[in-house]
């Protein structure tokens, strides 16, 4: 069964910076790509990152752009994002995601997510 869990989150002043981890088990994570979302209080869950499965290649919403980065360590089953700049609009619970194949579709596996405050 595919597991992943986050780590990493905290309270950190507007323009500070935090890195985040996402530790996966129950599956070969070096075949797929992964995602980070993130989902504000009152707010439907958005996504924030995508990486492809041998880190080639990212991609990142508008609105962390320039800001976040995402990577990941195949040796040690662990993808990350680092969070810079961060802002007040940056507070929300972080999701690590994984799309798997499932027995008649694919399935999303998600983490239990870990709070990230930014305030001063």
């Known amino acids: 069964q595919a597991q992943l869990v986050e780590s990493g989150g905290g309270l950190v002043q507007p323009g500070g910076s935090l890195r985040l981890a996402c530790a996966a088990s129950?599956?070969?994570?070096?075949?797929?790509?992964m995602s980070w979302y993130r989902q504000a209080p009152g707010k439907e869950r958005d996504w924030v990152a995508v990486i492809a499965s041998d880190g080639s290649s990212t991609n990142y919403a508008d609105s962390v752009k320039g800001r976040f980065t995402i990577s990941r360590d195949n040796y040690k089953n662990i993808m990350y994002l680092e969070m810079n700049s961060l802002k007040p609009g940056d507070t929300a619970v972080y999701y690590c995601?994984?799309?798997?194949?499932?027995?008649?579709?694919?399935?999303?596996?998600w983490g239990q997510g870990t709070q990230v405050t930014v305030s001063s």
């Open positions: 129950g599956f070969t994570f070096r075949n797929y790509p």
């Open positions: 995601k994984a799309r798997l194949p499932g027995p008649s579709a694919p399935r999303d596996y």
